[in-house]
Each structure stands twice: as C-alpha cells, then as structure tokens.
Nanobody, 120 residues
Framework: QVQLVESGGGLVQAGGSLRLSCAASGSIFSINNMGWYRQAPGKQRELVATITSGRSTNYADSVKGRFTISRDNAKKTVYLQMNSLKPEDTAAYYC??????????????WGQGTLVTVSS
C-alpha cells in the first residue's frame, strides 16, 4: 500500500506563515514529480506548486514570491513553506506524487488533504 500523509495545516492570521509537509510511504522505488494543489470552497482544484526529482520548481502566479516548495528525496517528503498568507489562500491543500512502485509500475498518489484557514 502506498500513501501520502500531510501535516501542518491550521488557522493563521493574514500575514502569517505555515509549513505543510507530505510524507510518502509504501513500496516506492522512486518519486519523480511532487507537488501541491488546493481547493477552496465552491471552487475547482488548482495547482499551487510542483517540484521535480531534480528540484526544478513551478508556481502558480498567485503564490509566487510567497510560497516555497522543497523536497527531501531520502525522506520521500515534500514541503510547502507559505509566507505572507492571505485570506484567499484559505483552502484544503492536497499533495501528490508521481511514484514508481516496486514491481507495479507508475502510480499517481494523492494525500487526504489538510485545511489551511487564513483569517483577516
């Protein structure tokens, strides 16, 4: 069984910071891309940031300069450092990983989501 477990969400005031973590576990041989999406109430899920195994990054325009994605390949973990948070960042945040499994090919794995609430 392969799973992603997220942590670090919570309630923060506007201008504050949070750090999300997402750890992969299971029969994983390697992980290529990892990243974060978010979904606000009544809205579609949107890309926040992605990072390749070589640590190339990509960000949504709305978070550039405020959020930083990073990863620890040895720990199979991806992080999202969120600074200067705004009320419009309020959403459920989901991590994902493009994993290659032992003896089972490639699989896109998703976490269960962690809620981030930014108060004004």
């Amino acid at each position: 069984q392969v799973q992603l477990v997220e942590s670090g969400g919570g309630l923060v005031q506007a201008g504050g910071s949070l750090r999300l973590s997402c750890a992969a576990s299971g029969s994983i041989f390697s992980i290529n891309n990892m990243g974060w999406y978010r979904q606000a109430p009544g809205k579609q899920r949107e890309l926040v940031a992605t990072i390749t195994s070589g640590r190339s990054t990509n960000y949504a325009d709305s978070v550039k300069g405020r959020f930083t994605i990073s990863r620890d390949n040895a720990k199979k973990t991806v992080y999202l450092q969120m600074n200067s948070l705004k009320p419009e960042d309020t959403a459920a945040y989901y991590c994902y990983a493009d994993a290659t499994l032992y003896g089972a090919g490639d699989l896109e794995v998703w976490g269960q989501g962690t809620l981030v609430t930014v108060s004004s």
